[in-house]
């Protein structure tokens, strides 16, 4: 009887530390998402800084949205990046993004989607939207007050001989 409650305290224990294993999680590393808003069919950059070992040159990424990430060597030791692309149907909110890497280290970052623009751009006074029925007759009015302007003053100086 006393082996098996020694058996079975083992096990429990074992199984404990198994289970929080795979929880690792990088203290001070990061993964940047760029950018960090983006829109239904715009490509999402992911890349990490101090996550994996310095000598890998592969890691596995999952977004919530957008399906899975292939990170892979960008040059710098232990530095890996990869993108994914943004769903057309995706729906705005704030979504996660996971990275697992050698030693078992998995971090998670997130990310925003947000609507695309609807219409013109507002831009100031480039009239990016089209100018009103009031706004076409008052520059009207104003292009023909300048040309009147412009024959008086020719033709004065014609009638005094001070022009051609």
């Known amino acids: ?3 098996a409650r020694l058996l079975a305290g083992s096990a429990l224990a074992l199984t404990a530390l ?10 001070g590393s990061e993964v940047t998402v760029s ?9 999402i950059t992911v890349s990490t800084s101090g996550v994996c070992d310095p000598a890998a040159t592969y890691a596995k990424g999952q977004a919530e949205i957008g399906g899975q990430i292939n990170l892979t060597g960008s040059g710098s030791n232990g530095e890996l990046e990869g993108t994914f692309t943004v769903p057309d149907n995706a729906k705005e909110g704030t979504y996660d993004i996971t990275v697992k890497c050698p030693p078992g280290v ?15 751009v507002s831009g100031g006074f480039g009239g990016g939207g089209g100018m009103n029925s009031t706004e076409m007759t008052i520059g009207a009015a104003l292009v023909l007050t300048a040309t ?4 008086l003053t020719l ?5 005094n001989g001070s022009a051609a």
């Open 106 to 120: 998995r971090v998670q970052s997130e990310f925003e989607v947000a609507g695309r623009p609807n219409g013109a």
């Open 35 to 43: 950018p960090e808003v983006g829109y239904p069919g715009s490509t």
């Open 155 to 159: 033709r004065r100086r014609h009638r």
């Open 148 to 151: 009147a302007g412009g024959v």
């Open 1 to 3: 009887m006393r082996t």
């Open 18 to 27: 198994g289970l929080s294993a795979p929880a690792a999680v990088a203290e």
